[in-house]
């Protein structure tokens, strides 16, 4: 019985640190793709396991949200990341070409 104890504490204390090295890479990755200026605040992040209806039921991805924006046009934003850290989808779409043009607005 001591045995089977220690070995779920010993998975459960890996899984929990898969997770976290998972959600930071997630993390990380967003925070790349928005770029040093950070247009946009207000942020949730969750884990869709039941699959996410805009990915044609994609499973297993970050789902990570901003609700505020100073982007023109966009109020609010959502990235769509896979556990190991790639960038599955953008909402809106083309995210990439407004961050762009934002920041050759904030350029002096």
């Excluded at 890996?14 to 605040?41: E, N, Q």
């Excluded at 884990?47 to 924006?69: H, K, M, Q």
């Amino acid at each position: 019985m001591y045995k089977f104890f220690k070995l779920l504490i010993v998975a459960g204390f890996i899984g929990l640190l898969l997770t976290l090295g998972s959600f930071a890479v997630a993390r990380l990755k967003v925070g790349t793709y928005m770029g040093p200026m950070k247009p946009m605040t207000g942020l949730t992040t969750s884990f869709a396991f039941d699959g996410v209806d805009e990915l044609n039921g994609r499973r297993f991805v970050w789902v990570i949200e901003y609700t505020r924006s100073k982007l023109p046009g966009v109020s609010r934003a959502r990235f769509y990341v896979s556990p190991t850290g790639d960038m599955v989808a953008t909402i809106p779409r083309d995210l990439d070409r407004r961050i762009e043009a934002w920041e050759k607005t904030q350029l002096p």
